[in-house]
């Protein structure tokens, strides 16, 4: 298996455009897990799915953000519009049900200018 | 509210010689502990973990210590080497799926 693949690895954009990021997951894992890294806080949950289905969305900082998983094998996280603060590294991460070892991809970093 | 803490955001240590990585957790629900592994420009990787019903586990040169009582981890690699110089990550859960994760230590092995 080639792992959980994110894409794109670097993304830099314009303060108030649109940004996606995508994830494919490790095919049979169950769970998926979006996390956002910085140095104030770490590794933080954004949200996380179970079997396609949102389980807890608590940790979106805000409306502008939002995280669709549309089947097993796919899910992208979006924020619109995007500010200079949302400038940090995704991970895209999964697992099987009670594997506390999650997978997790390589990241995006997105800059936002 | 940081429930994980790692509060020393940088160590280095000596080839050959030992180190510790410390963390702290303030919610006495988690029952679960873990360290990941984070080397620059790739994702972490899971490293260890330890069950509350424990109070170590170890793997080759790699053992996490739990103290309950002081809600404190500990994560000991004996001997060090450069290999080791990566963002360590401690992470806690309590019988849900959701990882809770420290801010990370950066250990630098110095050669």
């Known amino acids: 298996d080639a792992g959980v693949i994110q894409s794109p690895r670097h993304e830099v954009t314009e303060m108030g455009q649109e940004v996606t990021l995508r994830c494919k997951p490790i095919s049979g894992h169950d769970y998926l897990f979006w996390y956002r890294q910085t140095m104030m806080r770490g590794l933080e949950l954004l949200i996380y799915f179970n079997n396609n289905v949102p389980i807890d969305d608590s940790g979106m900082p805000e409306d502008r953000f939002s995280a669709k998983m549309p089947n097993a094998s796919f899910s992208t996280l979006k924020i619109q519009p995007s500010e200079p603060r949302d400038s940090a590294v995704y991970f895209c991460a999964s697992s099987l049900p009670e594997d506390y070892g999650y997978t997790f991809g390589s990241g995006t970093r997105l800059t936002v200018v | 509210d940081q429930q994980v803490k790692q509060n020393s955001p940088s160590l280095s240590v000596q080839e050959g010689r030992i180190s510790i990585l410390n963390c702290d957790y303030t919610n006495s629900m988690f029952d679960y502990f873990l360290w990941y592994k984070k080397y620059p420009a790739e994702g972490p990787t899971f490293l260890i973990s330890?069950?509350?019903?424990?109070d170590k586990n170890e793997d080759g040169r790699f053992t996490v210590f739990l103290n309950k009582s002081a809600k404190h981890l500990s994560l000991h690699i004996v001997p060090s080497q450069p290999g080791d110089s990566a963002v360590y990550f401690c992470a806690a859960n309590f019988g849900n799926e959701k990882l809770t994760f420290g801010t990370g230590t950066r250990l630098t092995i110095i050669p």
């Open positions: 330890i069950s509350s019903i424990k």
